[in-house]
Each structure stands twice: as structure tokens, then as C-alpha cells.
């Protein structure tokens, strides 16, 4: 049976450990009392994100993930697009392992999914912590 959660690239990038990833992120959805319905996410450059930043949302910003939601209730649905550009930049700017900070934007797109937002400065440091402790989820998972 194929996963119902999927990665993909644009640019010269492999996800390691495909399946420990898409088993955490699926633990992290279960967490929130909902089910993975189809996600897909996609590795790319700045170039690319830029792209699509401009063209579907109206922004002329480099950013490292963009989630289009299509989740239902109590599905998740979506398709994430990552730059591995930004995560790179933002790992040595945080002085963060690359891997962290990726699997940081990977869980930031489902949180968005749950229905957690970060517009505001308040909603920017519930969704980081959240972030943390789902993160430490991975961890659980590989023990």
C-alpha cells in the first residue's frame, strides 16, 4: 500500500529515512486527533518558492515552506513546498543542525493543517513550541 504521505524534488535533494519521517509526521497528526489523507511535499529552491509565493499568494519574499491546504474536517490534506535553500540559510543562521531545522519546517506545514496559525507574536511562540515538542516526537520514534 503506498503512504499517504509522499516526498518529492525539484532540485538535487533526497530526504533521508523517507519512512521514519513520514511514520513521525503521521504520529504528529494522530497527535492532534486527526488522519493523514494525502500530503505531499516538495523540495525546492528559492528560485522556485519565490515563484510561487509571488504567483499564488501576492508576496515578493523568499520564505522556506508554503502550505496549500486542502484538509476536510478531520483530514489532512496538503501540498507543502519547502526551499532547502532557506532551511540551509536558517539552520547556520540558528546555529541549528541542518536536519533539525528541517524537520522543524516539515512539522511547521502540518501544524498549519491542524489549524494552528502564526500571524501573530502569539501565535508565532505557541506554534514554536509546538513545534518543539513534536519534534521530540521523531526522537520517541527512533528509540
Not at 21 to 43: C, M, N, P, R
Not at 121 to 132: F, I, Q, V
Amino acid at each position: 500500500m503506498e503512504s499517504p504521505i509522499n516526498f518529492y524534488s525539484k532540485i538535487e535533494f533526497e530526504l533521508k529515512n523517507k519512512k521514519s519521517h513520514a511514520d513521525w509526521l503521521k504520529a504528529v497528526i494522530e497527535s492532534e486527533q486527526k488522519k493523514v489523507d494525502d500530503l505531499s511535499y516538495v523540495f525546492c529552491s528559492d528560485e522556485d518558492l519565490l515563484y510561487i509565493n509571488k504567483r499564488y499568494l501576492d508576496h515578493d519574499t523568499f520564505t522556506d515552506i508554503i502550505t496549500f491546504d486542502y484538509s476536510e474536517d478531520e483530514s489532512i490534506s496538503a501540498e507543502i513546498y519547502i526551499s532547502i535553500d532557506r532551511v540551509k540559510e536558517n539552520a547556520k543562521d540558528f546555529k541549528v543542525k541542518f536536519e533539525n531545522e528541517l524537520r522543524r519546517v516539515l512539522v511547521h506545514g502540518v501544524l498549519h493543517c491542524c489549524g494552528y496559525g502564526d500571524s501573530t507574536e502569539e501565535s508565532k511562540a505557541e506554534m514554536r513550541a509546538l513545534e518543539n515538542k513534536k519534534i521530540e516526537l521523531f526522537h520517541v520514534e527512533q528509540k
